[in-house]
C-alpha cells in the first residue's frame, strides 16, 4: 500500500533553513507528480508547492516563491522541501501527498503523517 | 490568481439531516474541484475529485456537483464520524491548487 513518511521537521530561528523529506514507498515513485500541503495552526489548509514526475515542472504558491524549492530523488523515492528565509507564517505542519494519477493536476489522495514546524526566536 | 469561497463557513446538523456546502470560484475552472474531509489530528481525505466523482472507498452518502465557478458538496444523511472540516481545492493552471476556506461541521 502507499506509504509517505515525512521528516526534518522540528523548531527554527526566523530566516534560518530547514529541508525536510518524504520517504515514499508502495507505488512507482517516478511514475507521479508530488506535493507539499500545510497547516498552520488554528488554520486551514494551504497548498504549498508541486513537482512533477520527473522533476522537470514545478509550482509554488505564492507565499514561497522564492523562499522554498521542491525537488525529488527517484533513485531514493524521496520528496524534499528545502525552506529558506524561514518566517514565523511558516509554522504548520507540512503534509506530502500523492495525486490519485499520475501528472501533477490530479487529487491529492494520499497523505502523510505530516511533520511540524515551528519558526521561532 | 483564483480565488475560493466557502460557505457557510460552519454549520451544526442533527444525524440524519442532509448538510450542502457551496464552493464559489472567482474564474470558471471547468470541473478542476475536489472536496475533502479533514478531522482533528488526522490525515486530510479525498472525498470527491473532478467536481462529481466518488473516490474509492467513500460512502455513497457524500456527493458533489457543479462546473465553472459554482459548485456543491453535500452529505445525504449526517452522520456522527463525519463531524470535520471539509474543503473544496480548485486547480488551474496558472495560480495551481488553491484550497477554500473550509467548513467546519458539528452534530447538533
Known amino acids: 500500500q502507499v506509504q509517505l513518511v515525512e521528516s526534518g521537521g522540528g523548531g527554527v530561528q526566523p530566516g534560518r533553513s530547514l529541508r525536510l523529506s518524504c520517504a515514499a514507498s508502495?507505488?512507482?515513485?517516478?511514475?507521479?507528480?508530488m506535493h507539499w500541503v500545510r497547516q498552520a495552526p488554528g488554520k486551514g489548509l494551504e497548498w504549498v508547492a508541486v513537482?512533477?514526475?520527473?522533476?522537470?515542472?514545478?509550482y509554488y504558491a505564492d507565499s514561497v516563491k522564492g523562499r522554498f524549492t521542491i525537488s525529488r530523488d527517484n533513485s531514493k523515492n524521496t520528496l524534499f522541501l528545502q525552506m529558506n528565509s524561514l518566517r514565523g507564517e511558516d509554522t504548520a505542519v507540512y503534509y506530502c501527498?500523492?495525486?490519485?494519477?499520475?501528472?501533477?493536476?490530479?487529487?491529492?489522495?494520499?497523505w502523510g503523517q505530516g511533520t511540524l514546524v515551528i519558526v521561532s526566536s | 490568481d483564483i480565488q475560493m469561497t466557502q460557505s457557510p463557513s460552519s454549520l451544526s446538523a442533527s444525524v440524519g439531516d442532509r448538510v450542502t456546502i457551496t464552493c464559489q470560484a472567482s474564474q470558471d475552472i471547468n470541473n478542476y474541484l475536489n472536496w475533502y474531509q479533514h478531522k482533528p489530528g488526522k490525515v486530510p481525505k479525498l472525498l470527491i475529485y473532478d467536481a462529481s466523482n466518488l473516490e474509492t472507498g467513500v460512502p455513497s452518502r457524500f456527493s458533489g456537483s457543479g462546473s465553472g465557478t459554482d459548485f456543491t458538496f453535500t452529505i445525504s444523511s449526517l452522520q456522527p464520524e463525519d463531524i470535520a472540516t471539509y474543503y473544496c481545492?480548485?486547480?488551474?493552471?496558472?495560480?495551481?491548487?488553491?484550497f477554500g476556506p473550509g467548513t467546519k461541521v458539528d452534530i447538533k
Open positions: 508502495g507505488f512507482t515513485f517516478n511514475s507521479h507528480g
Open positions: 481545492q480548485q486547480y488551474d493552471t496558472l495560480s495551481m491548487f488553491t
Open positions: 501527498a500523492k495525486p490519485r494519477s499520475p501528472g501533477i493536476a490530479a487529487a491529492a489522495a494520499y
Open positions: 513537482i512533477s514526475n520527473d522533476g522537470s515542472i514545478k
